[in-house]
């Protein structure tokens, strides 16, 4: 893995995003998850945004899912550990499937959400809970990894484009104090940014890194005009999570609330969790390539236009794995494959055997 330009400092310093109110672009039917359909009156994207529906994970419907055991008597961490340049390792997951369902937005409702392209565990769907999805099937390259990775999917006319291979997911540390993180609890999910956000929302939401990009293209709010069309060309983009936690709710109504982005520590440049929200877990970072590019004129999102990019995340690794990757590759200060191997310090050894299991 050859190093990448530091920018989590900056990207912490940005201005939160605020919920807009305009629909953008053309959005998939829910019946047939098909582009260029107009949307029923009831579903524009992942609206409404509070849950409303019962599911097995949430019996009374009220969109809270308490964490059991909650987490207390944790405070931010302001310590400054040892400088180590990186604190991460990935996760590669290839696609899996695509429909238009939402556990997270839309539980128990099939058909209700835009489509979406599914990564990681085989059997995501609407009616996906913490039970069904843990120990079952994953197209992650660890089979500790039954998580479901979704975002919604991206067309260029009519033809929907998926990505080749498994995509790069990072867990990293979104604080200073990269010994202060640990893993995400069983069960816990929540949604990345707002298929309703304006241009200039996405451009300034926290979790920007480079925008779409494609060639020697960067830093673009919606899709590029045009990309070269060389085989090696696809459309990238990269987009980070809030990493820190409320230590009380797996989920609530937003799907957002119980988790934020790490502030900076008033004084420094360094970046801690907020009081509210103190626990840290890792960052995740989507790092996604589609084979697509030449003219960009009828690309599009199943949920608009390019800066209606958002993603969801619910976590179902077996509990003693992601432990052990979280300790030894962020804890450990180390930049990891889905081995937990670094190469620049073999001395440290992997995590995981070559089958990506424990030994």
């Known amino acids: 893995m050859r190093p990448r330009p530091k920018r989590l400092p900056a990207l912490l310093l940005g201005t939160a995003l605020t919920a807009a109110g305009l629909?953008?672009?053309?959005?998939a039917s829910?019946?047939?998850?098909?582009?260029?359909?107009?949307?029923?009156?009831?579903h524009a994207g992942h609206t409404p945004a509070?849950?409303?529906?019962?599911?097995?994970?949430?019996?009374?419907?009220?969109?809270?899912?308490?964490a059991v055991p909650q987490v207390t008597g944790v405070t931010p961490s302001t310590a400054t550990p040892p400088p180590r340049y990186f604190h991460e390792f990935q996760a590669n997951c290839s696609v899996t499937h695509t429909a238009a369902d939402d556990p997270i937005v839309y539980p128990g409702q099939p058909g209700r959400s835009h489509d979406h392209t599914f990564m990681g565990n085989t059997s995501t769907n609407a009616y996906s809970t913490t039970a069904s999805l843990s120990g079952t099937t994953t197209t992650c390259k660890a089979p500790a990894d039954a998580s479901g990775y979704w975002m919604p999917s991206l067309y260029n006319g009519d033809r929907k484009i998926l990505p080749v291979g498994p995509q790069t997911i990072y867990y990293k540390a979104g604080v200073t104090d990269y010994t202060s993180v640990r893993p995400f609890p069983k069960g816990?999910?929540?949604?990345?940014?707002?298929?309703?956000?304006s241009a200039d929302e996405f451009r300034r939401h926290r979790g920007f890194v480079e925008g779409w990009e494609c060639g020697d293209s960067y830093f673009n709010v919606d899709f590029?005009?045009?990309?070269?069309?060389?085989?090696?060309?696809?459309?990238?983009?990269?987009?980070?999570?809030?990493?820190?936690?409320?230590?009380?709710?797996?989920?609530?109504?937003?799907?957002?609330s119980h988790m934020a982005y790490p502030v900076v520590k008033p004084g420094t440049n360094d970046n801690m969790c907020p009081a509210d929200h103190p626990v840290a877990l890792p960052m995740i970072e989507f790092k996604m390539a589609f084979p697509?590019?030449?003219?960009?004129?009828?690309?599009?999102?199943?949920?608009?236009r390019g800066y209606s990019f958002h993603y969801d995340f619910f976590n179902a690794w077996e509990d003693r794995t992601l432990?052990?990757?979280?300790?030894?590759?962020?804890?450990g200060g180390l930049q990891c494959d889905a081995r937990g191997y670094d190469q620049t310090h073999p001395e440290a050894g992997a995590v995981l055997?070559?089958?990506?299991?424990l030994p």
């Open 23 to 27: 629909g953008v672009g053309t959005i």
């Open 30 to 42: 829910a019946a047939t998850g098909q582009p260029g359909d107009a949307a029923p009156a009831a």
């Open 50 to 66: 509070v849950s409303t529906q019962s599911s097995g994970d949430d019996p009374d419907g009220d969109g809270y899912i308490p």
């Open 188 to 197: 816990l999910r929540f949604v990345v940014g707002d298929p309703m956000q």
């Open 224 to 256: 590029p005009a045009s990309c070269p069309s060389r085989p090696d060309v696809q459309l990238n983009i990269r987009f980070q999570a809030p990493s820190c936690w409320d230590g009380k709710y797996l989920d609530t109504p937003d799907h957002k």
């Open 292 to 304: 697509v590019n030449g003219d960009m004129s009828q690309v599009r999102l199943a949920s608009g």
């Open 323 to 331: 432990k052990a990757l979280v300790d030894h590759c962020i804890v």
């Open 353 to 357: 055997n070559t089958d990506y299991r």
